[in-house]
């Protein structure tokens, strides 16, 4: 039974659905990511009860829309949550929980483009996608509706 498709983990049946507005540089939702939404998809999504859809809040700036758009070209290759993963593995392992640092290179164009690689993707692709921007739309997009639910905060469900 495969629970991932894009950036939804969970069944479209599930009576649930938890719709997830984060910043990939924000440390609560790195918090979020490794202590809740695990214990969410090992309790909840693998039963079949909930459905989360992960959508983007980056108002922390240029690398958080980056980051946005890079893992969105995962999602092109059905890699989102192995990327999203990534992402936030790099901000734990950088101490983002404990010491807030925006905008220092974790997420560089060159580094993204790193990680894709590290995960199998077919970088050829990755980087096509990444370097047009072909995501930031849909990323502005999710951003304005954020605001339109008057979220501020991340992270944040409806």
């Not at 540089?25 to 790195?30: A, M, T």
């Not at 990511?33 to 983007?56: C, D, N, P, W």
Request: hydrophobic share 35%; charged share 25%; with cysteine.
């Amino acid at each position: 039974m495969d629970l991932i498709g894009g950036t939804k983990i969970g069944k479209d049946e599930a009576p649930v659905k938890i719709v997830s507005y984060e910043d990939f540089q924000c440390p609560f939702c790195l918090q979020y990511t490794a202590e809740q939404e695990s214990q969410i998809v090992a309790e909840l999504v693998k039963s079949g009860k909930v459905q989360i859809e992960y959508r983007h809040l980056p108002i922390l700036k240029n690398e958080s829309v980056r980051a946005a758009t890079a893992s969105q070209c995962a999602a092109d290759q059905e890699k989102f949550w192995q990327y999203h993963h990534k992402l936030f593995i790099v901000q734990a392992e950088a101490g983002q929980a404990t010491s807030e640092k925006l905008n220092v290179g974790r997420f560089s164009d060159d580094n993204l483009k790193k990680y894709a690689s590290e995960l199998g993707l077919d970088t050829a692709k990755f980087n096509t996608c990444f370097d047009s921007n072909e995501h930031l739309e849909l990323v502005t997009n999710q951003q304005r509706e954020a605001n339109q639910f008057s979220i501020t905060g991340r992270p944040a469900s409806s």
